[in-house]
């Protein structure tokens, strides 16, 4: 079956330190991939998404994401972290294989929620 | 643009009784989704719909209708609710990449 593993529930790390939040997926072909942030009691905002070319892709607020088809994997990394980003992360993948439907369909991980101590 | 907008953004509701949650966007966006948020679970698809006139289920549709009368907007009703229906609901639009809306955060006692 299709799934996204986002294995951190949690993820703590100190203001000014490297961030890494880590995603791997099982979906054939050649997805999509996307991350998404979700601050307190707000909707989900679109970071970033890698859908082919340069496996290092830059996204909003200075994230950026690593793409490794070897490792089926798409990590979300920010050199140096800000207390402003603490909120939960969402990592979603998109099947483009014909016969997958033409509708734009997301699964989805479980989020990982970030916490950035000052 | 406005984006993605909501309609309304709380509500409580006593269990049987029925609404409507309203989803617009003003991006001329073909594709619309609607989600269920609950803790540990992540995001769940209720209904989605490629199209104007189009809706398709998703994962938990059951007590769930949607309709997409126009591109614009998409509709997802609550006939009768029930406390399970507690959640947070967003709507998404997508040309290529899914935007959100703010959500609506319903209680159903």
């Not at chain 2, 907007?73 to 809306?101: H, I, K, M, W």
């Amino acid at each position: 079956a299709q799934s996204v593993a986002q294995p951190e529930d949690q993820v703590n790390v100190a203001e000014g330190n490297p961030l890494t939040v880590k995603c791997t997926y099982s979906v054939s072909g050649n997805p999509y991939l996307f991350w998404y942030v979700q601050y307190p009691n707000r909707g989900l905002q679109f970071l970033l998404k890698y859908i082919t070319g340069d496996n290092l892709v830059k996204g909003s607020y200075g994230f950026e994401a690593e793409f490794n088809k070897s490792q089926t994997s798409f990590h979300l990394k920010k050199p140096s972290a800000l207390v402003s980003d603490s909120a939960l992360y969402f990592c979603a993948v998109r099947d483009n294989r014909k016969g997958a439907g033409n509708n734009r369909k997301l699964i989805w991980g479980l989020g990982t929620s970030l916490a950035v101590n000052p | 643009n406005a984006g993605v907008t909501q309609t309304p953004k709380f509500r409580v509701l006593k269990t049987g009784q029925s609404m409507t949650l309203l989803c617009a966007q003003d991006m001329n966006h073909e594709y619309m989704y609607w989600y269920r948020q609950d803790p540990g679970m992540g995001l769940r698809l209720i209904h989605y719909s490629v199209g104007e006139g189009t809706t398709a289920k998703g994962e938990v549709p059951d007590g769930y209708n949607v309709s997409r009368l126009k591109k614009q907007n998409f509709l997802l009703g609550l006939e009768s609710a029930a406390p399970s229906q507690t959640s947070v609901y967003f709507c998404a639009s997508a040309r290529d990449t899914q935007y959100f809306g703010p959500g609506t955060r319903l209680t159903v006692l």
